[in-house]
């Protein structure tokens, strides 16, 4: 069965960083979403991306995040300059809206990476 | 903006019995999609099941079971023959299908199943 895949699991980054969280969505998706769940708390979301552009943006999603689908299976999140705050599990989900196709109006969600902000 | 409410944040359950965990949600839409996702400790979101508003008929998938009052708002999730491996945080999600290109999940703060044996 088709699946959603993240990496890296784990990333341990130092404040003031770069950090880029790679996902490759199921193959025939269209729609693609980020979502950050701080320790405790619940799923929040991030942005979703269709047709090569951003589509919705949460107040959370600055200057500082931006998204990108480089080669047409890849799917990142970048965050320029992390802060403490990041620290937080990031998943990526995928959504194909066929109205042809059944449960296509699901989002399927990848096994998350653990972001730690030092 | 669509809410969601899940007020029971920790429950408890033997196993093989019924556990009902619930959730209502707040929109001024009609068409809408809502899913209840399940968190082990892996902390991988999965899905559990799915019900489509303009449906009557509650979903139903093996021995997990929907409780959807639209009226009511109400979306509540019945685990039948519970099992040790349900426990996990349950979270339920509400999406709208209103047209465009915005179809982000608005989730719950969760529920905190434990499965006793």
């Known amino acids: 069965e088709p699946e959603v895949t993240q990496t890296p699991s784990h990333q341990v980054t130092q404040m003031g960083q770069e950090v880029i969280l790679r996902c490759v969505p199921i193959?025939?998706?269209?729609?693609f979403y980020w979502y950050r769940q701080i320790l405790g708390q619940k799923v929040e979301f991030l942005v979703s991306?269709?047709?090569?552009?951003?589509?919705?943006k949460s107040e959370i999603f600055d200057d500082q995040f931006s998204v990108e689908r480089p080669d047409g299976s890849n799917f990142t999140l970048k965050i320029r300059s992390t802060k403490l705050e990041d620290s937080a599990m990031y998943f990526c989900?995928?959504?194909?809206?066929?109205?042809?196709?059944?449960?296509?109006?699901?989002?399927?969600f990848g096994p998350g990476t653990r972001l730690t902000v030092l | 903006a669509q809410t969601v409410t899940q007020s029971q944040p920790e429950m408890s359950v033997q196993e093989a019995e019924t556990v009902t965990l619930s959730c209502t949600y707040d929109?001024?839409?009609?068409?809408?999609?809502l899913f209840w996702y399940k968190q082990p400790p892996s902390r991988q979101m999965i899905l559990v099941i799915r019900?489509?508003?303009?449906?009557?008929q509650n979903a139903t998938e093996n021995r997990f079971s929907v409780n959807f009052q639209k009226a009511a708002k109400s979306f509540s999730l019945k685990i039948s023959d519970s099992q040790l491996g349900d426990t996990a945080m349950y979270f339920c999600?509400?999406?709208?299908?209103?047209?465009?290109?915005?179809?982000?999940?608005?989730f719950g703060k969760g529920t905190l199943l434990t499965v006793n044996p």
């Open positions: 989900a995928s959504s194909a809206r066929d109205r042809g196709l059944p449960g296509t109006d699901t989002q399927y």
């Open positions: 193959s025939n998706h269209l729609y």
């Open positions: 991306f269709y047709n090569n552009e951003i589509s919705e």
């Open positions: 929109t001024s839409e009609s068409n809408y999609y």
């Open positions: 019900q489509e508003a303009y449906k009557q």
């Open positions: 999600a509400f999406r709208t299908n209103s047209g465009g290109s915005n179809y982000k999940l608005t």
